[in-house]
């Protein structure tokens, strides 16, 4: 399994490399962002597991929100009648209190993303635990839910921050497709990534956050009908 994901990895994302890289403390093991490294929670009623089949499933996750984008994006999740996961910042949540409770309200899953986005190879265990807590007590507190799932910032992790993830009872959440909507590179851009990246039981990456993001929010709509017309059903990561 670890050849394999790291054939994908090195396929898939310069990202992961990147992480890779920094995962300085311990051999080079694929870090999260590889299929192989993602696990999925039985999902909600309607929704099935990635793992379940092999059927054409692709889940679409959103990082570094809630911003003043997020109701845009859940606009066109609801037209399109989709489900997604939005990986929150803690200090984003209070902030954007009524938009986080939106996001519950219609059906969309909750994911820890850290309080402010440190790259956590640089933070001490205590550090990175007080930065798991934070997000995981405000999302709770804002939307009455706990988050499940741990997605670290730029993917960067190592031995110890992963283990302080697990303790907190959270599951690691990896991605398959990096769209780098964060680049601007235009809404057709990002929309062809995700759509030439798309693989059964893959995990998309975009954001709703963390700066101007017009573009993922002009490109979702057809990133969404062309997975459709592909034959894909999306899921919750
Ligand atoms: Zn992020």
Redesign the pocket.
């Known amino acids: 399994m670890r050849n394999r994901a790291t054939f994908a990895a090195v396929l898939v994302l310069g990202t992961v490399i990147v992480v890779a890289a920094r995962n300085n403390d311990e051999v080079p093991v694929p870090p999260v962002p590889v299929a192989a490294a993602v696990s999925f929670q039985p999902a909600v009623a309607g929704y099935e597991t990635v793992a379940s089949a092999k059927k054409r499933t692709i889940a679409l996750t959103f990082?570094?929100g809630p911003s003043k984008y997020t109701p845009q994006i859940l606009d066109i999740l609801k037209r399109q009648k989709v489900k997604a996961t939005f990986?929150m910042?803690g200090n984003n949540v209070g902030q954007y209190r009524k938009t986080a409770k939106r996001v519950v309200r219609e059906g969309h899953r909750l994911c820890n993303?850290?309080r402010n986005?440190p790259d956590f190879t640089t933070l001490t265990r205590s550090q990175a635990r007080s930065q798991v807590r934070f997000t995981q007590r405000k999302i709770r507190e804002v939307t009455g839910r706990a988050p499940r799932t741990f997605?670290f910032?730029?993917g960067a992790s190592n031995r110890t921050t992963r283990a302080v993830v697990r303790d907190e009872g959270l599951r690691i959440l990896g991605w398959t497709v990096d769209t780098r909507d964060w680049q601007r590179p235009g809404a057709a851009v990002i929309t062809r990534r995700a759509v030439r990246g798309a693989r059964p039981g893959g995990v998309v990456l975009m954001?709703d956050?963390?700066g101007d993001r017009r573009q993922t929010v002009a490109s979702l709509e057809n990133t969404i009908r062309k997975l459709k017309a592909a034959g894909y059903t999306f899921v919750l990561a």
């Open positions: 990082d570094d990986c910042l993303h850290s986005h997605r910032p730029y954001h956050g963390g």
